[in-house]
């Protein structure tokens, strides 16, 4: 809710995309106003707030005289409100806020903290003809006892939600149906059935469960049918009667396209999942696909990244992978399809997501600071080959090799001077100029090595360059990789960690780190990790 009294907190409407709350900020911060004392003083900011999915903003001014300086210079001279980005200089919307300050928002109460959904998020991409609820309901049962299908359509796209009653179907479901294409019966008005197809497009929702007032065409819930064929299996037990005996005649009897698999059974005809396996997993569900179904994870194994493009120039899901190695063993990367220039990184634990904030957070790249934070997401969620241009987005253990993780105690912020370790005794300091010169840059960015010494009884090197930002993108582009030599039959797997602080004007050797003193301040799992 929003009014017209003064307030000091601003709502700003119709935010430009890819803004952070950061840049937010720096624009409540940039205007210049009098200070009642015959002079000027610049506006401060003490909190934002920006909800990206609505496209809207709050700004906490230091008090409402400055607000009301704001929103005076809105009513008055509009166009002097505004926000410069690489796409162009946008028009800002502002009201007052019916709050009186930002205060930290609760985490929805019916999102789960968790991946362990058992609710499916379905798209139907390229749907060729209507496509009924039950013939929806008879392919996801094929893993497991289908609850509710709801039926929906956003931003021109036609999805259902599915809700099973445990998890473990719905990994096993979104494994196998995830990207593959469906053949349904449509209804036609001659009262024949035609033939319609759809490719699925699958994700775990993040509903707890699935609620509707009222049964309808788009709404349906499937206890009863489920009653049903739980009798029938009871009565195939108790009886000494085949199941697919007394479902061959159900089926006939009540028109439902039941098939081969039931609820993770063959139960019926040749025993093919639909759409059709692999023949040599004919009358089985593949387990590997299963296994390989929603991604595990918790809401503060996530970090969410911004500000990580500028002007066209893209930072990958590989060399974002490289970076955030340094602070702890990856999952997985994804840049955001919707936010360019964010991307959501997961780690196997919390702590590790913790380390990658304090220490990434505000570094630099190509002029613009990242903006690191806890992401309200449990997973970067796999697509699992839903789409070719999602999947280019991703980067997982199966595509990109890990970095080598440092000790704890040498975790530190991004500076111009990098430390490399097990590096190979046939490796001198001119093949380590040549390595980051020529494969350490990107965009006319980095190389920029300004001294090299290598440190032979310890397997280390030092190596300072000319700028933070050219470490960063040797990092980058090298972390975790190995590399060939230049003339000699060497290979080395590059492993390297910022040092402590970085070299600004003289050159000096490795400080040795005080461990023992450092791990004082380690959380219990850090310690753990770091005496293993």
Request: with cysteine; charged share 20%; aromatic share 8%.
């Amino acid at each position: 809710m929003a009014g017209s009294a003064p307030s000091p907190v601003i709502m700003v409407r119709t935010v430009p995309q890819g803004v952070t709350e950061k840049d937010l900020e720096a624009w409540a911060k940039s205007y210049t106003m009098p200070d009642g004392f015959g002079g000027y003083k610049q506006t401060t900011c003490v909190k934002s707030l920006l909800l990206a999915d609505r496209m809207i903003g709050f700004v906490q001014m230091g008090d409402v005289g400055e607000a009301s300086f704001i929103m005076n210079l809105y009513w008055e001279q509009p166009e002097q409100v505004r926000m410069v980005r690489p796409t162009g200089t946008h028009l800002l919307n502002l009201i007052y806020s019916d709050k009186q300050e930002i205060k930290a928002q609760p985490r929805a109460r019916n999102v789960i903290q968790t991946s362990n959904t058992r609710i499916l998020l379905v798209v139907l991409k390229d749907l060729s003809a209507t496509i009924m609820m039950d013939e929806l309901f008879w392919i996801f049962s094929q893993f497991g006892v289908v609850e509710k299908l709801s039926s929906f359509t956003k931003n021109l796209k036609n999805q259902v939600l599915v809700q099973y009653a445990t998890q473990e179907p719905a990994s096993a479901a979104m494994a196998y149906l995830n990207g593959r294409e469906i053949t349904f019966h449509s209804p036609s008005m001659t009262g024949t059935p035609s033939t319609g197809n759809c490719r699925l497009v699958i994700a775990p929702s993040k509903l707890p469960e699935l609620t509707f007032k009222n049964q309808d065409q788009k709404n349906r819930d499937y206890s009863q049918i489920n009653s049903q064929l739980h009798h029938y299996m009871q009565v195939s037990a108790h009886s000494g009667t085949s199941l697919r005996a007394i479902l061959t005649d159900v089926v006939e009897s009540m028109h439902w396209r039941v098939r081969d698999f039931l609820w993770g059974s063959w139960v019926l005809g040749e025993g093919w999942l639909d759409p059709v396996q692999d023949r040599n997993l004919q009358g089985s569900i593949p387990e590997q696909q299963v296994r390989q179904g929603i991604p595990e994870g918790r809401v503060g194994d996530c970090v969410h990244i911004s500000g990580i493009a500028l002007d066209g120039n893209q930072v990958t899901a590989e060399q974002l992978w490289r970076v955030c190695g340094m602070y702890g063993d990856l999952v997985a990367v994804k840049m955001l399809f919707k936010y360019e220039g964010s991307a959501i990184v997961q780690f196997t634990h919390s702590e590790y997501a913790k380390a990658c904030i304090q220490y990434l957070s505000d570094a630099e790249f190509w002029g613009k600071k990242w903006d690191v934070k806890e992401s309200k997401n449990a997973n970067a969620m796999h697509w699992s080959g839903a789409n070719t241009e999602l999947e280019d987005r991703m980067c997982t253990k199966e595509k990109v090799m890990s970095p080598a993780l440092p000790p704890v105690f040498n975790f530190s912020k991004p500076c111009n001077c990098l430390l490399l370790w097990d590096v190979p005794a046939s490796i001198d300091e001119d093949d380590l100029v040549d390595i980051f010169n020529t494969k350490g840059s990107m965009m006319g960015v980095g190389g920029g090595v300004r001294q090299v010494q290598k440190f032979e009884s310890e397997n280390r090197a030092e190596i300072v360059f000319e700028t933070v930002e050219d470490a960063l993108v040797a990092v980058a582009n090298l972390n975790g990789v190995t590399v060939d030599v230049p003339n000699k039959d060497t290979q080395y797997l590059m492993k390297m960690h910022f040092d402590k602080v970085g070299r600004e004007d003289e050159y000096d050797m490795p400080r040795t780190h005080t461990a023992v003193e450092e791990a004082a301040v380690l959380s219990p799992f850090m310690m753990k990790t770091w005496t293993a």
